[in-house]
C-alpha cells in the first residue's frame, strides 16, 4: 500500500470509507490510484498541485462568498485524489435517478394540472397549495414536452453501510456542474499516467448535451433555435459556471437588460436591433424573473417575460415553479410520488425525515434537537440549518422558537454520518473527509446522466457541511468500467 | 452582437485609456516641475490646479483636499476611490466591464486587465512619490500592452471597432483639454508676469505638452527645433498622421464607425457617423487661421462638447437599442469627460447574491 496510505485512519466503526474496506483492505476499484500514488513521494504530489493550482487560477476558476467585502473571489478548493465509483453502483445511481426525475416531473405536471395526487390523498394539498414556491399562475400552462425540471442536480450521499441515499432534489438552478468538468481537465493535466490505467467514462459532452436538450424544448421548430442563457450577473456567485457554460455551449449570455418582450416574444438586443429568443436557460430564481409578476423590484428579470412565456413563444429551463417539488417537506413525499406515478419501489431511498408540521413529529424533534439536523424548508446552500451535535444551547432555543412560530417551514433528519474518502490536508497527509454526489440529470426528449458528477468534499476537519459557500471543495468522480 | 457586450467593451477601452491620459499628465507634469524650479518658484501650485482643470472636476477635489500640492493631486488622481477618475477607479472599472464579458474576449486580453488592477493595488503613494517615472511607465506600457494585445489575440470584427471608437474618441477629447487648459494657464500667467512669456519656462512648458502626448520626437522631426506654440498647435490638433493629434484620432474613430454601419464618405447611415464625418471633414480643411479667428478656447470647448455628442450618438444607436431609463444621475457624475452613461449600471448587487442550490 501506499506510504500515503498506510497512515490513514478509516474509522470504518463510525462512517463508511470509501476507500478502505471494514477489514483494512483497499476495496478492489482503488487498487491502481493506491499503486500509483505509492510511487508519489511528496515534492511528486507537491508538484502536481501545483499544475492543478495554476490550471485553475488561467482559467478563473473562482466564486463569490457573499457577506465579506465587495464579494472577495476565491479559488474552489479542490482535493487531488479522485473519487472512484465502480460502474455497476453508478447503474444503480443512474436507474434510480431516471426513475425519481421521470415522477417528479409526473408529480409537477399533476399539481399544476388536475392534481389527482391530491384529491387521492397522497399528500396534504395545504402542503402544496401553501407552499411559497407553488405558482398558481401556471396552473393549466404546459410547458413543452410536459417537462419542467430539464436540468436537475440532486445531492446524493452514503450511509454507515454504504448505501446511496438521496439528500435533496436541487429542481431549481442546480450549479456546480462546471466544476465537474474543470476538475476533470485539471486531473488529466497532473494524472495523465494514471488516467491511462483506468477506463474512466468521459463527461467532456456535458455541454453539447445540455445544449441538445435545451434545443429540443424549443417551442418553435420552423428555425434553428435561439438559446440563451440568463444570469442575474457578474456579482453572482455563480457567475463564472454561467459564463462558462454559454461559452462551452456557444450561446449568448445574457443579463435581464439584454432581453426585452415585444408583443409577447422575447428578444436580445443587439448592435443590429432585436433578435428573436427560443430558450432560456435561466439561472435566475423564479421570484426575479419578471417585475411585472413577482417581485417588482427587481432588476433582475424582463418585463412581460412571465406572459411571452405562458403564450409558449419562449421555454424556460427550468420551468417556473419547480421549487414546490424541491421543497424538503415535499421530499419526504417523493418515495410516495414514485409509487403512486410509476408504480414502482423507490431504487435510491431518501433520508428519514421528520416533519414539524406534523404534531407527532413536531415532539420528537423539539425533544431531539442535539442530535437533529433541522432544515429550513425552502433554503439552500448550506444556509438555514442547524447541525444538532455541533450547536450551542442558544442555538438550539433559538431554532426551537423559530419552528414552533412557523412549522411548515421546518423538517428534521438524523445527522447523517456522510461517507468519507481520504483527501489531502496540506499535501503531506491524509485524512477522512466528508463527501457527497451531485450527478446532473437533463431531460429533454430523454434523460441524460453525464456519468459521475461533482463530488464536493468537506475540507474542513470533521465538518458535515460540503456547500462551497461554506468551506467546502471538491474531487474529480470517476466512474470505471471494471 | 449583444447591446450590452458593445457596451462594455466600449467602456472597458475607454476607461483603460483615460488611466494611460491621467498617468502621461501627472508623469509630464512631474518632470516640468523638475525643471522650473532652476527658473521660478518651487512647488507652484498652478502647475497641480491646471491637472485637475484637465479633469474638470474641481469642486469635488476642493471637497476632498485643501490645497493643491503634489501630494494632493497625486492622491486624487492616482489613489483616490472617491473620484471616478482616478487611475485605480479607471482601471478598475475597465476590469469590471472586462468581467462582464469575459466570455467574449480574450483570456490574454483578460489577464492583462486584471494584472494591471491587481499591481495597483499593490502599489502605494510613497513609491509613487520616491519613483514617479517608473509608476507611470508601468501604466503607459501597461495600456500599450493591451492594446498590443487585443490588436493580435481579438477578432477585428464589430467588437474591435467598438474598442477603437471608444478609444479615440477619449484620446481626442484628453488632448484637446490638455491642450486648452495648458494655453489658459500660459495665457494667464503672461498677464500676470508679462517678462517671462516669451522666456524659457513658456518654451519648457509647450514642451511639457508635446511630451504628455509623446509627441516631442515626433514634432520634432516635422518641425525641427521651431518650438513655438503656433507650430505645436497645429501639430497636435491638425496632424493626420501622428496618433496622438486630434485629428488623427478623430479619423481613426471615424473608421471604425463607418466599418461597423457600413457608411462611406458618401453616404451616412446614422447620426453618430454624421456628426464624426463632420468633424472630421472640418478638421481637414481647417488652418490655424481658423481656429484663431475663432479663438482657441472656444475652438477647443467646441469640439468637445461635438466629441461628447458622438458619444451620445453611439450609445443611442447601438447600445441603448429600446432601453428607457439608462442614465442615472450618479452614471452621469462618474463621468464629467463626456455625459454619456458609462459603465455598468450600478444597481442592485444584492440582488445578484441570489442563494445557490
Redesign the interface.
Known amino acids: 500500500m501506499s506510504r500515503f496510505f498506510e497512515r490513514y485512519e478509516a474509522d470504518p466503526s463510525h462512517f463508511f470509507d470509501e476507500v478502505i474496506a471494514p477489514d483494512g483492505i483497499p476495496r478492489s476499484h482503488y487498487d491502481k490510484l493506491l499503486h500509483r500514488f505509492g510511487q508519489f513521494s511528496i515534492d511528486d504530489v507537491k508538484a502536481r498541485r501545483e499544475v492543478v493550482n495554476i490550471f485553475f487560477r ?1 482559467q ?1 476558476i473562482t466564486f463569490t462568498v ?1 457577506g465579506e467585502e465587495e ?1 472577495v473571489e476565491r479559488i474552489f478548493p479542490f482535493d487531488l485524489i479522485p473519487r472512484v465509483v465502480p460502474a455497476h453502483e453508478w447503474q444503480t445511481i443512474e436507474k434510480g435517478l431516471v426513475q425519481r426525475i421521470t415522477a417528479i416531473n409526473e408529480f409537477l405536471y399533476d399539481i399544476y394540472h388536475t392534481q389527482k395526487i391530491l384529491k387521492d390523498k397522497i399528500i396534504p394539498p395545504e402542503l402544496i397549495l401553501g407552499s411559497q414556491h407553488f405558482r398558481r399562475e401556471f396552473v393549466g400552462v404546459t410547458p413543452p414536452l410536459g417537462i419542467y425540471i430539464h436540468v436537475t ?1 440532486s445531492d446524493i450521499i452514503r450511509d454507515k453501510e454504504g448505501n446511496y441515499l438521496v439528500l435533496e432534489d ?1 429542481l ?4 456546480g456542474v462546471s466544476y465537474m468538468l474543470q476538475n476533470r481537465q485539471a486531473m488529466k493535466r497532473a494524472f495523465p499516467v494514471l488516467f491511462d490505467k483506468y477506463k474512466i467514462r468521459p463527461i467532456e459532452n456535458y455541454p453539447q448535451e445540455l445544449l441538445r436538450t435545451l434545443q429540443e424544448i424549443s417551442p418553435n421548430s420552423r428555425r434553428e433555435p435561439n438559446v440563451v442563457v440568463l444570469t ?7 457567475y463564472f459556471e454561467h ?2 457554460l ?2 462551452q455551449m456557444g450561446v ?4 435581464g ?2 432581453l ?1 418582450v415585444n408583443d409577447n416574444k422575447v428578444y ?7 433578435e428573436r429568443v427560443d430558450v432560456i436557460y435561466r439561472r ?2 423564479d421570484a ?1 424573473l419578471d417585475p411585472l409578476v413577482f417581485r417588482p423590484d ?3 428579470g424582463v418585463a412581460g417575460l412571465v406572459n411571452a412565456y405562458r403564450k409558449g413563444n419562449v421555454t424556460l429551463a427550468n420551468a417556473i415553479g419547480t421549487g414546490v417539488a ?1 421543497d424538503k417537506v415535499i421530499y419526504s413525499f417523493v418515495p410516495a410520488i414514485i409509487k403512486y406515478y410509476l408504480g414502482e419501489d423507490p431504487i435510491l431511498q431518501n433520508v428519514p425525515t421528520w416533519l414539524a408540521s406534523n404534531p407527532s413529529d413536531l415532539k420528537y424533534i423539539l425533544e431531539n434537537l442535539g442530535s437533529l439536523v433541522v432544515k429550513a424548508a425552502n ?3 448550506g ?1 438555514g440549518m442547524l447541525i444538532g451535535p455541533e450547536s450551542t444551547i442558544e442555538q438550539q432555543e433559538s431554532f426551537a422558537e423559530m419552528i414552533v412560530a412557523n412549522p411548515r417551514n421546518y423538517i428534521a433528519q438524523p445527522t447523517i454520518s456522510l461517507s468519507r474518502h481520504p483527501s489531502f490536508y496540506n499535501d503531506t497527509e491524509l485524512y477522512g473527509c466528508h463527501i457527497d454526489l451531485r450527478p446532473y440529470v437533463l431531460y429533454g426528449k430523454t434523460v441524460t446522466i453525464v456519468p459521475g458528477g461533482l463530488t464536493r468534499v468537506a475540507l474542513k476537519r470533521g465538518s458535515l457541511v460540503v ?3 461554506q468551506g467546502g471543495g471538491s474531487k474529480d468522480t470517476w466512474v470505471v468500467d471494471e | ?4 457586450v ?1 457596451e462594455s467593451l466600449f467602456w472597458m477601452s475607454r476607461y483603460f485609456e483615460r488611466a494611460e491620459n491621467t498617468a502621461r499628465f501627472l508623469d509630464v507634469n512631474f518632470n516640468l516641475l523638475l525643471d522650473l524650479n532652476k527658473i521660478t518658484h518651487i512647488e507652484n501650485p498652478n502647475y497641480w490646479v491646471a491637472l485637475i482643470l484637465v479633469t474638470s472636476d474641481r469642486e469635488r477635489f476642493n471637497n476632498l483636499y485643501s490645497e493643491y500640492s503634489a501630494q494632493s493631486v497625486t492622491d486624487y488622481l492616482v489613489f483616490n476611490k472617491n473620484n471616478p477618475n482616478s487611475i485605480i477607479s479607471c482601471i478598475g472599472l475597465a476590469r ?1 466591464n472586462a ?2 464579458i ?2 467574449s474576449i480574450s ?1 490574454e486580453m ?1 489577464e492583462q486587465v486584471n494584472n494591471l488592477y491587481h499591481y495597483l493595488q499593490n502599489i502605494t503613494p510613497q513609491f509613487v512619490h520616491n519613483d514617479p517615472y517608473s509608476f507611470y511607465k508601468e501604466i503607459k506600457n501597461a495600456s500599450h500592452l493591451f492594446q498590443g494585445i487585443t490588436d493580435n489575440t481579438f477578432s477585428h470584427n ?1 467588437g474591435w471597432d467598438f474598442i477603437q471608437i471608444a478609444k479615440y474618441l477619449e484620446r481626442s477629447d484628453n488632448i484637446a483639454r490638455l491642450i486648452d487648459v495648458k494655453y489658459h494657464m500660459l495665457l494667464s500667467e503672461a498677464q500676470s508676469q508679462p517678462e517671462i512669456v516669451e522666456g524659457s519656462e513658456d518654451i519648457i512648458q509647450w514642451m511639457a505638452v508635446l511630451k504628455s502626448c509623446s509627441a516631442l520626437e515626433a514634432f520634432r522631426k516635422v518641425y525641427l527645433s521651431k518650438i513655438d506654440p503656433d507650430n505645436i498647435l497645429r501639430f497636435l490638433i491638425l496632424d493626420r498622421t501622428f496618433p496622438r493629434s486630434i485629428n488623427f484620432s478623430v479619423c481613426a474613430a471615424e473608421d471604425a464607425l463607418w466599418r ?1 454601419s457600413g457608411s462611406s464618405r458618401h453616404r451616412y447611415v446614422n447620426n453618430a457617423d454624421r456628426l464624426i464625418g463632420k468633424i472630421e471633414a472640418e478638421l481637414s480643411y481647417t488652418a490655424m487661421e481658423d481656429i484663431y479667428a475663432k479663438g482657441l478656447h472656444t475652438y477647443l470647448e467646441d469640439l468637445e462638447q461635438r466629441l461628447v455628442k458622438v458619444g451620445e450618438q453611439v450609445h443611442l444607436t ?2 441603448a ?3 428607457p431609463d439608462i442614465e442615472s444621475s450618479d452614471i452621469a457624475e462618474a463621468l464629467p469627460f463626456t455625459g454619456v452613461a458609462g459603465g455598468r ?1 450600478n ?3 444584492a ?7
Open positions: 488561467n478563473g457573499y464579494g442536480g436541487n431549481r438552478t442546480p450549479s442575474p450577473g457578474i456579482y453572482n456567485s455563480a459564463s462558462f454559454a461559452r449568448e449570455l445574457t443579463e437588460k439584454d426585452v436580445t438586443r443587439t448592435t443590429r436591433g432585436l435566475v430564481d426575479f427587481s432588476k433582475l424541491d433554503e439552500s446552500g444556509y456547500n462551497s459557500s | 452582437m449583444l447591446s450590452r458593445a469590471e468581467r462582464s469575459i466570455e483570456s483578460w464589430e461597423i447601438y447600445f437599442y429600446h432601453t449600471a444597481w442592485s448587487q440582488q445578484q447574491h441570489q442563494q445557490q442550490q
